[in-house]
């Protein structure tokens, strides 16, 4: 049997431990597959790895990402034989040569969509903590994260996933742009970043646009509007008393889950912390189009 596809990325705020909570609680059936909010992932190869992500529509705000992503699906031979050649280099190394090759790999601008995507790949596995962030000038700006053993390339994984992504629709962009794709029968998993819990914790930019209050908003009435259009809609956050505000007496419905988060480089700061699952199941609109 062929390998199931899951992340060939880390990724701050990555959805492995939901990714089965979400597969469980969609639709039995609907139209297409639809992810504004790709990331890393992880709820998408749940989804095709159980055959359960039909004509999946794919994309995220993060164009270098979803060039990746196409990458993979397109010539995933290219992108390991462009990783393999950045992994014998590196791995040959000493420990403190590692930092010099890493910065040297995040200052270069390869050719071509292969060697580039090789490129993401490579900082994503030897970068700080499975970071992607970027600086005003959106340019790539995490420092070397200095594992002794980091598996950069996967060459089973990055086949599976290039499977997994065959026939899908990957698009770069706002999340409201994507939305316009789904349409009544659909389901379409949204997964923002997520509102922070404390006034410290604000890592929402993961690329030069932030995701602040203003966004969570307009994503409330993209959600709104998927309603109406009879699109069965899913979608994560923080258990925070403002997303329950924002979302409330719409006929929505509400589920706290613990989850574990790995962005926070202290161990103690990854403990269980309530996240809320939002659902427009109940609403009639949408009841009466997965019935057809």
Known sequence: MSRPPSPFLKWAGGKARLAPVVLGRAPERFGHYHEPFLGGGAVFFAFAGAGRAPGPHLGDANPALISCYRSVRDDPEGVIAA?????????????????????????????????????????????????????????????????????????????????????????????????????????IYLDPPYQPLTATARFTAYTRSAFGEPEQERLRDAFERLTRAGVAALLSNSDHERIRDLYGERGFGFDTVLMSRAINSVGSGRAPIPELLIDNFGRPEVRAAMER
């Open 83 to 187: 990783l393999e050649t950045l992994e014998t280099r590196y791995l040959a190394l000493g420990t403190d040569e590692r930092a010099g090759c890493y910065y040297e790999v995040r200052a270069a601008r390869p050719e071509g969509a292969a060697a580039n995507a090789a490129r993401l790949i490579f900082l994503n596995r030897t970068g700080y903590n499975g970071l992607y962030r970027e600086n005003s000038r959106g340019e790539f700006n995490v420092p070397h994260g200095r594992y002794v053993r980091p598996r950069i390339l996967d060459r089973d994984g990055l086949r599976a996933a290039s499977r997994a992504l065959a026939g899908a629709t990957l698009c770069p962009g706002d999340f409201e742009q994507a939305c316009v794709a789904a349409t009544a029968g659909d389901f």
